[in-house]
């Protein structure tokens, strides 16, 4: 089983270029969400999706859009690359919603992002 | 809403117990304890959750003080794949609006040495 799959796993960005990450479940859970951890950190919550179609902000949604067009694939995007979006993104699915109930997660191997 | 608070760094025989302490003294009731852990540069891997109740499986036990302020995960007997970044993680509150999340702090740094 491939569990959730995240690609590419290492990019390079100029300043004010764009891209987008593609986050890939085959899990059929409802619930996803992008990660983002800086050297010698923790992971901070940048947006989650409670199903098909929907978003919502994490604690630090500022520079990034997210978008839920199938159940199975949750993707992330920065319009306007800034180096202090350097940083290690991870993805994450879960059955049901993590902090509301005993339920885990299931992360990706994660995208090593450069913008210089 | 709870924070935790964990040991930067421990280090652990091969083959003995490694014995992980967090203390989360403002944990409501009804909120889980969850434990991840991070092998270098791989996404967190699950192993372990509790409300009340000390619980095992198939990786570690979790032993829950009845006052529910502090937690130790157990890993019965380490061997060097254990070495990661464990977090012990509570739900957070966030832009005070009844928005919730799972923080990943620093969590704690163990070093299993052959």
């Known amino acids: 089983n491939a569990g959730v799959t995240q690609t590419p796993k290492f990019r390079v960005l100029k300043t004010g270029q764009s891209m987008t990450l593609l986050c890939a479940q085959d899990m059929n859970h409802e619930y996803m969400y992008w990660y983002r951890q800086d050297p010698g950190m923790g992971l901070r919550l940048i947006h989650y999706?409670?199903?098909?179609?929907?978003?919502a902000k994490g604690e630090v949604p500022d520079g990034y859009n997210v978008s839920r067009l199938k159940k199975q694939n949750f993707l992330l995007g920065l319009e306007s690359a800034a180096p202090s979006q350097t940083s290690v993104y991870f993805c994450?699915?879960?059955?049901?919603?993590?902090?509301?109930?005993?339920?885990?997660?299931?992360f990706g191997q994660g995208t090593r992002l450069t913008v210089v | 809403d709870a924070k935790t608070t964990q040991p930067t760094s421990m280090d652990c025989a091969e083959g003995r117990a490694a014995n992980l302490p967090c203390n989360h003294s403002?944990?409501?009731?009804?909120?889980?304890v969850y434990w991840y852990r991070q092998i270098h540069s791989q996404g967190p891997q699950y192993i372990i959750h509790g409300l009340k109740n000390n619980e095992t499986n198939e990786m570690a036990s979790l032993i829950i003080t009845e006052d529910r302020k502090s937690s130790t995960l157990i890993l019965p007997h380490a061997t060097l794949r254990d070495t990661a970044v464990y977090y012990c993680i509570v739900r957070v509150e966030y832009s005070g609006a009844g928005s919730y999340q799972l923080t990943f702090g620093k969590g704690t740094k163990l070093s299993v040495i052959p």
């Open positions: 994450a699915s879960s059955y049901n919603i993590l902090w509301v109930t005993n339920t885990e997660a299931f």
């Open positions: 403002t944990i409501s009731g009804n909120e889980y």
């Open positions: 999706s409670v199903g098909e179609g929907t978003t």
